[in-house]
């Protein structure tokens, strides 16, 4: 039904898809594709073969290749594991993106919405190797080239969602842009065969008549779904800069070294040499070297203070970073003396910021002294006899600290996590209790994840989390843990559940019991490290988690027993995070590996209390019976 110049033009206009660089632009294109070639963005098996047996040249067939292969995993089940199943994804972020790909290889129908109509961020994201691998699957050196050809690992976030968002196309994901969610409508009780759906704006949208089974809420850390309670993570005040400079690509700029991330503990010299020259006092930095300088560094007040960044001080953050505390031009000048200091006066005098959406130097100020997550990662909620499956991914359910680059990697992994949870529910083999127990077993692992303790083969990942964390155990939490994220309006189907699940009791008595085992420890252990800590006031412990988080308690004991391994003394009382990753990095030379990073420990604690008491017990293994 195509004639030969139709699918020539949609040959070229593939070719211009490729290569287009606007949100607006790329969804133009494909929808011209789409006319010509006289298909519609459908489920995976409707579109995408149509799509592939059009366009066939070595670069569309280089690409279908590489979605070829994914698409043939087993857990996709040939692009059924999800038929008939309708799932709205709300912002087209890349985690909002890349769970988009994986609904629709399930064989989901997904619709997309963005209340953007365009992708402005400069800033850069780091990569752990996984989704490195991950994004090579899907074929991210035919849209972008120069992807990872730096000595480090990143992509600007504008770059990432671009290329997501041509796969999630190729594969038939709906994209709409200028939508935005304002709440959820449940089906209508006069008509049995209605669904739910969403209230969005503009209200006339057809997007408002779309009825689906899922949400995915990855519309950033502002993620609010009615029954996800946010839980915060205080640490002391951590002001974050990010800054980005035009890169001409010249031969100067070329040589000028990226910077992967240096921490005032590592490089105390560097740091201490950047306050007395310049005044501007940090506690680490980032530069990466991608299409723009860009530069993440956390700044300490005093110096924002004093170079009159900040014109008064408050004890309060969101007064001291409110816009009319802030002097913008004090802020530029310091942001780009620290980039100067910090690549040795390397790059070109005369470099100009870029720009940011709102048409300003790209020179941005947060803070990250508390930190979001998530408590629950899931809940269904059921009306009319019609349930409704939500997940939260990305900023949303785990916000990340920027200057360790987490975002994307642990986003990605919360990706996988829903849509693995997707094929559970639509399987109809679990309960909904147990698929949302499992779900919330394996969101504890999360926040505990770090390039390093995932498993290595990282060819072999998939949406089934068995592939990538290496000790994941779907039963930690239990159906009976989570019966309050099961709203239903016939709520004597919940006992209903429970009597089917029953045979669990027994693993719930083993639960109950390994929790008394924790109890026993965790009280062992504070008694221990009270008695030793003894002589060194600062490091008293009150607590068994957050009184670790100052660095003192561990850095301390390590100093009893073995003194000449840290100079107790000249630690910085207020530099957790510097305190923290000293203690780890010692006690992983002496053979005990941290089971979390320094910053990220000092700046949001622990979620896995157990993992952390695991932890402290090799500590206390390794010291016990030792003569200080
Ligand atoms: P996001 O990337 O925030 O995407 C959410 C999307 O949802 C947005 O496009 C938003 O417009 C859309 N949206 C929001 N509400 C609605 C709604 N109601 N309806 C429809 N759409 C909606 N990480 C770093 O590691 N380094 C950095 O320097 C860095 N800089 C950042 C700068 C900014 C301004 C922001 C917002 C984030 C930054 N991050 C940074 C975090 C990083 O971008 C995220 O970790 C990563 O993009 C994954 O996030 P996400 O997809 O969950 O959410």
Redesign the pocket.
């Known amino acids: 039904l195509v004639s030969r110049e139709e699918a020539a033009l949609a040959l070229d206009l593939f070719e211009e898809f490729i290569n287009e660089q606007s949100f607006q632009l790329i969804l133009q294109c494909h929808d011209r594709i789409c006319e010509l070639l006289k298909i519609r963005p459908s489920v995976f098996l409707d579109f995408y073969p149509a799509l592939k047996k059009s366009l066939n040249n070595w670069k569309a067939n280089t690409l279908w290749s590489k979605l070829d292969k994914r698409a043939q995993q087993k857990v996709y089940e040939g692009g059924r594991a999800c038929s008939g199943k309708k799932v709205l994804i709300?912002?087209?972020?890349?985690?909002?993106l890349r769970s988009a790909i994986e609904a629709q290889l399930l064989g989901a129908k997904v619709v997309v919405?963005?209340?953007?109509n365009d992708f402005s961020?400069n800033?850069?994201?780091?990569i752990w190797p996984f989704v490195i691998k991950d994004l090579m699957h899907l074929g991210v050196k035919i849209f972008f080239g120069k992807f990872c050809v730096g000595s480090i690992n990143h992509i600007s976030?504008r770059q990432l969602q671009y290329v997501l968002l041509k796969v999630a196309l190729c594969l038939g994901v709906e994209v709409h842009s200028g939508?935005?969610?304002e709440g959820l409508v449940p089906p209508d009780v006069d008509d049995p065969d209605a669904g739910w759906k969403a209230c969005i704006q503009p209200e006339d949208h057809p997007v408002s008549q779309f009825e689906f089974d899922m949400i995915i809420g990855?519309?950033?850390?502002r993620a609010v779904f009615d029954g996800f309670k946010r839980k915060e993570f205080r640490g002391k005040l951590a002001i974050a800069i990010?800054a980005n400079f035009v890169n001409n690509r010249s031969e100067q700029e070329a040589c000028v070294e990226e910077i992967s991330g240096v921490a005032f503990i590592f490089n105390q010299k560097f740091f201490n040499d950047m306050c007395e020259q310049t005044g501007i006092d940090l506690e680490n930095i980032v530069y990466y070297k991608d299409d723009t300088h860009y530069f993440?560094m956390t700044a300490k007040k005093h110096s924002l203070l004093w170079r009159n960044v900040l014109h008064n001080d408050y004890p309060d953050t969101q007064t001291l970073l409110a816009p009319e505390n802030i002097n913008r031009e004090a802020l530029y000048e310091y942001a780009l003396e620290a980039a100067m200091f910090a690549t040795n006066y390397q790059l070109p005098e005369d470099i100009a910021f870029a720009y940011n959406h709102h048409g300003e130097p790209d020179v941005a100020m947060f803070d990250f002294t508390s930190m979001f997550a998530s408590e629950n990662a899931c809940r269904i909620v059921e009306r009319n006899g019609k349930q409704l499956l939500m997940a939260l991914?990305?900023?949303?359910l785990l916000e990340?600290f920027?200057p360790t680059?987490s975002?994307?990697a642990r986003?990605f992994l919360g990706c996988f996590d829903a849509c693995y949870m997707l094929k559970r529910w639509a399987s109809g083999e679990k309960t909904p209790l147990e698929v949302i127990a499992e779900r919330e077993s394996i969101y504890r692992l999360l926040a505990q994840t770090t390039s390093e303790n995932l498993c290595k083969d990282l060819a072999s990942y998939t949406l089934d989390p068995r592939t990538r964390y290496p000790n994941s155990n779907s039963r930690k939490v239990l159906p009976i843990h989570v019966r309050h994220l099961y709203d239903t309006d016939r709520p004597e189907k919940i006992e209903t559940m429970m009597r089917k699940t029953a045979s669990i009791s027994k693993e719930e008595k083993e639960n109950i019991r390994s929790l008394k085992a924790l109890k026993n420890t965790e009280s062992r252990l504070m008694s221990w490290f009270k008695l030793h800590l003894f002589d060194y006031p600062l490091a008293d412990i009150s607590d068994i988690c957050t009184s670790f988080q100052t660095g003192q308690p561990l850095c301390a004991l390590i100093h009893r027993y073995r003194p000449e391994l840290l100079d107790y003394n000249s630690l910085d009382p207020e530099d957790y995070s510097g305190n923290c990753s000293l203690a780890f990095s010692v006690l992983e030379g002496m053979g005990i590996k941290p089971v979390i990073g320094g910053e990220d420990f000092a700046s949001r604690g622990i979620e896995d209390k157990a993992l952390w008491i695991s932890y402290l017990q090799s500590v206390y293994l390794l010291f016990k019976g030792q003569i200080p």
């Not at 919405?113 to 953007?116: D, F, G, L, Q």
Request: net charge positive; hydrophobic share 35%.
């Open positions: 709300i912002g087209a972020g890349p985690c909002g919405i963005e209340k953007r961020r800033n850069v994201l780091h976030i939508v935005s969610l990855a519309n950033g850390k990010t993440v991914v990305g900023d949303g990340p920027w680059g975002g994307c986003g």
